[in-house]
């Protein structure tokens, strides 16, 4: 899997932590997690064509993504705010953004609504929030700022990849469409 870490303007590359060095950080209780990576549904192939943008300021967080959908998307990006975020939609093709609510600099509120706003060729882009605070409230903002879709955590991988098929059957064809009626 190809991987883009965002650089702030501000810091030189040897500031950048590389995320398989995280192996040993423990995990915190707002950390996404799955113990199991199996694949009951059979997703696996739907998603090898997808480019996958994740938004998120804990590097335990991204880790955790990392390992639930890395091996099974064409990329996966990272920034840690909006404004990072935003400097990597510029540079690269994304057809899904996994977007916290809670980051510092520029929140998943702002960005949503900076992505909505924008006349770029991302402005209609899949947007699935990850959030700690899932309740009906939450979900209904996101909706009506411009997200897709609302993923509570933690987070499985089942989570992420019912949301991909649902929101993103456009892009995957039949095979996504088999599934969603078989599952």
């Known amino acids: 899997v190809k ?10 590359e040897a500031d950048l932590l590389d995320l398989n060095q995280c192996a040993d950080m423990p995990q915190s209780d707002e950390a996404v997690l799955d113990e199991e990576l199996e694949d009951p549904l059979g997703y696996n192939h739907l998603f090898k064509r997808l480019n996958v943008l994740y938004m998120e300021d804990s590097l335990v967080n991204q880790k955790v993504v990392k390992r639930l959908i ?16 935003l400097n990597i ?9 996994l977007m916290d609510i809670h980051m510092p600099v520029m929140n998943g509120i702002e960005t949503t609504m900076e992505i909505r706003r924008s006349k770029a060729a991302y402005a209609n ?12 409230q939450q979900k209904n903002m996101c ?7 609302t993923i509570g ?16 059957g456009h892009l995957l064809g039949k095979d996504a469409q088999a599934a969603v009626l078989s599952a």
């Open 3 to 12: 991987t883009i870490e965002a650089v702030p303007a501000d810091s030189d």
């Open 70 to 85: 890395g091996d099974q998307v064409n990329s996966l990006h990272f920034a840690s705010n909006g404004q990072e975020g």
């Open 89 to 97: 939609l510029h540079i690269a093709p994304i057809d899904v953004i």
């Open 125 to 136: 882009v899949a947007i699935i929030s990850l959030t700690a605070d899932p309740d009906y």
């Open 143 to 149: 909706k009506s700022i411009g997200m897709n879709d």
């Open 153 to 168: 955590k933690p987070v499985r991988r089942g989570d992420i990849f019912k949301a991909f098929e649902k929101n993103l």
